[in-house]
């Protein structure tokens, strides 16, 4: 079993940036796929960025150029750099670790809120 602490989120106005850190722990345990998810209130959870322990990344249309997914395997933790922020991005955020994309474990969540 995999445990996921997320760090980072708060409170930030429009243009600004914020920095979020998850790290993975526990024993026996192999991920391939490390990624962030958000989700608005009324809204799907939905994919904001993911990268494969080969460094290959993929990012939702609507956060690409403003937001940086980052891993550092030796200490099987993955970093989301968000920048730009705009208020649309205000979601809970999630740390996601697994063989794929969205399998595996959750963290708890992070808030993020942009105020405008």
């Known amino acids: 079993q995999v445990q996921l602490v997320e760090s980072g989120g708060g409170l930030v106005q429009a243009g600004g940036s914020l920095r979020l850190s998850c790290a993975a722990s526990g024993r026996g345990f192999s991920i391939n796929a490390m990624g962030w998810y958000r989700q608005a209130p009324g809204k799907q959870r939905e994919l904001v960025a993911v990268?494969?322990?080969?460094?290959?990344?993929n990012y939702a249309n609507s956060v690409k150029g403003r937001f940086t997914i980052s891993r550092d395997n030796a200490k099987n933790t993955v970093f989301l750099q968000m920048n730009s922020l705009k208020p649309e991005d205000t979601a809970v955020y999630y740390c996601n670790a697994g063989l794929i994309p969205g399998s595996g474990s959750w963290g708890q969540g992070t808030q993020v809120t942009v105020s405008s």
């Open positions: 990268i494969t322990s080969g460094g290959m990344t």
